[in-house]
């Protein structure tokens, strides 16, 4: 402290001030530093999760064990890749996925863009053990569209949802009261999956990070949201499986 204050005295007051200021903006430029370097990053995991959600939706209708009929009726699609279980022996599994709706007041139009999803299947990680599984949720009924569209769902309130119907069973199922669809796959095998009371929310900090901006789901059934090129793959396969 002596040594200081008696080099500190030789000092103007400006220069005093200024000596001062300095470990304060370095701080300052380390700190943005840091938030410009993570915004690439950022960005590069929404891709990362759009690219992984499009080879899931890939791998499943390569199978073909959902009909047409199916794919022909869905309004909307979830797609959660690789859902695990957040801790050992906690029994939640937590995943982050993709919806994609038909654009339209009715949602009967062509495939939109992307909007950035959440899933909290809550007591349904007891079953799942380590191994991650992917999910494929199909919206067919309007009323299904509509509480996805409000940015939170939870399954079994307001909203019925069954474990998918495949193979033989697909072409001939035709139930009015079901809204969702939902189909697993896990180390290679595929099938129809319930759900239980698992949540749904919009991801909004992955949406803001893909768009640049806030954005509220039943914005999508605009077709003049622009689908971004990263998400474009995804509504291709869509298209494909689905049609317009």
Not at 65 to 72: C, R, V
Request: with cysteine.
């Amino acid at each position: 402290m002596p040594c200081e204050f008696v080099r500190l005295a030789g000092l103007s007051v400006e220069r005093i001030e200024t000596e001062r200021a300095l470990p304060m903006k370095r701080n300052l430029i380390a700190v943005l530093l840091c938030f410009a370097a993570s915004v690439p990053a950022v960005a590069q995991k929404a891709d990362k999760r759009l690219a992984e959600s499009t080879a899931v939706l890939t791998t499943i209708v390569d199978k073909k064990e959902i009909s047409n009929t199916a794919w022909d009726r869905a309004k909307c699609v979830l797609v959660y890749p690789s859902v695990k279980k957040v801790g050992i022996g906690i029994g939640v599994s937590y995943g982050r996925g993709v919806l994609v709706c038909r654009t339209g007041a009715n949602l009967d139009g062509k495939w939109g863009a992307p909007i950035m999803y959440t899933l909290d299947t809550g007591s349904l990680g007891a079953q799942l053990g380590s191994t991650s599984t992917d999910y494929v949720l199909l919206v067919i009924s309007q009323r299904g569209a509509d509480k996805v569209l409000s940015g939170k769902l939870k399954l079994g309130a307001g909203v019925s949802a069954v474990a998918g119907p495949s193979g033989a069973n697909a072409a001939t199922f035709n139930d009015p009261n079901v809204d969702i669809l939902s189909y697993s796959q896990s180390k290679g095998l595929f099938a129809g999956a319930s759900l239980g009371t698992a949540s749904m929310a919009t991801d909004n900090d992955a949406n803001k990070q893909l768009y640049g901006k806030e954005i509220d789901p039943a914005q999508i059934r605009n077709s003049e949201t622009t689908i971004p090129p990263s998400a474009q793959p995804l509504v291709d396969e869509l298209q494909t499986a689905a049609g317009a």
